[in-house]
Each structure stands twice: as structure tokens, then as C-alpha cells.
């Protein structure tokens, strides 16, 4: 079965500066998509970014971007120029390549951003 | 274009008090799941859909009923609410085909059994 592994419960980065946030993940799948979705404190779910795994080329979202180690099974966030809104509880997802008949996304732990000013 | 909307908001039930969760989508995706958050442990899967009248378990389906009549509609029921069933519900829909691997949330709905 897969897992995914984020290992900091909390970061804290200060207005302007770069904060990186880990993800590991193990799966015997060579593909399968990858996630990072925020979730403020309004509670909903909000897609950041997503990495395809047969893709080499990290993904990049205007302020965020990933480093996407396949071997190593590590896919972290990056966020640049951070903003007071960028606060917020962020989610490393793993999703198998779709098949018509299964639909699963499975969900790190969580990382708790807090960005002061 | 609502985009995937739960009712209701918010929930308090005493145990063993049954309820229904409402999910619906409108924009005719075929895929739709269940999640529940809880502290600590990031959301996990309850059940997902594949389409109409097809319904399959997730990580925790335990105490919970699905169906699918509809491609708009997922219900999710709860039939002897416990404490443990106190939680986050997400519903997420996706769809089958390019780009169709991301899935968009509701607002989620926050149960409380007393």
C-alpha cells in the first residue's frame, strides 16, 4: 500500500522568505501523479500544485514549485516571497494513475505554515 | 457553475441519531469520494464512485452507507452515529479523461456526536 510522510507538523517562515516543506512518499508504482493542496482556515481545500511522475521537469505554480525526486520519493513545496496568506495547513497527496475503476488520493499528515510579518 | 457543494455546514448529533451528509457536483464528473479529516491524521478515503450505481470502499468505510442514483449527487449516510464518527467531511469529484487526475473539494461539512 501507499503512504505519504510529511515529517514537519509545523513551519514557521518570515514575510518575503522562502520556506520549503517536506514530503516523502513509497509506493512500487512507477506512475502516479503528486499533490500539494492548502488549506486555509476557512476549511476548504484548495489545489497548489501537481507533478506528474513520468514527467522529469519539476513543476512550478507562479510562487511555488516542487523538487520532484523520484528515486528518492521525495516531492517538496517550495514557496518563495511568502505572503501572510500563504498561511495555512498544507497536504502532500498521491494519487495512482487512474484506471476507470478506482479513484483513490491518499494524504500526508499535514504541515501547519505560519507566515509573520 | 457551484462546483462541489455539502449541506450542511456544520452537524450536531447525539449517538446513535442517524443523518445523511449531502454532495453535489455540477459539472458532470464522474468520479466522486468521501473523505473525513481528523487531527492529526490528514484526510482518509471512507467510500468513492465511479460513475452511477457504482459505489466502492475507501480506507474507513466502516459505519458508513453510500449510493449513487445520480453523476450529480453522493450522499453520504450515517446510520448509528458514534463519537468516533466526530469529524471533517470532504466530498471531492474528478473526472475520467486528461487533467481529470485532480480532485476539487467541497467546503466540508463539521460533525460533532455527542
Known amino acids: 500500500a501507499q503512504t505519504v510522510t510529511q515529517s514537519q507538523p509545523e513551519m514557521s517562515v518570515q514575510e518575503a522568505e522562502t520556506v520549503t516543506l517536506s514530503c516523502t512518499y513509497d509506493t512500487s508504482e512507477s506512475d502516479y501523479y503528486l499533490f500539494w493542496y492548502k488549506q486555509p482556515p476557512s476549511r476548504q481545500m484548495i489545489l497548489v500544485i501537481r507533478q506528474e511522475a513520468y514527467k522529469q521537469q519539476n513543476a512550478t505554480e507562479n510562487r511555488f514549485s516542487v523538487n520532484f525526486q523520484k528515486a528518492a520519493k521525495s516531492f517538496s513545496l517550495k514557496i518563495s516571497d511568502s505572503q501572510l496568506g500563504d498561511a495555512a495547513m498544507y497536504f502532500c497527496a498521491y494519487r495512482t494513475r487512474r484506471s476507470y475503476n478506482t479513484d483513490k488520493l491518499i494524504f500526508g499528515t499535514g504541515t501547519r505554515l505560519q507566515v509573520f510579518p | 457553475n457551484a462546483g462541489v457543494t455539502q449541506t450542511p455546514k456544520f452537524q450536531v448529533l447525539k449517538t446513535g441519531q442517524s443523518m445523511t451528509l449531502q454532495c453535489a457536483q455540477d459539472m458532470n464528473h464522474e468520479y466522486m469520494s468521501w473523505y473525513r479529516q481528523d487531527p492529526g491524521m490528514g484526510l482518509r478515503l471512507i467510500h468513492y464512485?465511479?460513475?452511477?450505481?457504482i459505489t466502492d470502499q475507501g480506507e474507513v468505510p466502516n459505519g458508513y452507507n453510500v449510493s449513487r442514483s445520480t453523476t450529480e449527487d453522493f450522499p453520504l449516510r450515517l446510520l448509528s452515529a458514534a463519537p468516533s464518527q466526530t469529524s471533517v467531511y470532504f466530498c471531492?469529484?474528478?473526472?475520467w479523461g486528461t487533467g481529470g487526475d485532480t480532485q476539487y473539494f467541497g467546503p466540508g461539512t463539521r460533525l460533532t456526536v455527542l
Open positions: 471531492a469529484s474528478s473526472y
Open positions: 464512485s465511479v460513475g452511477a450505481g
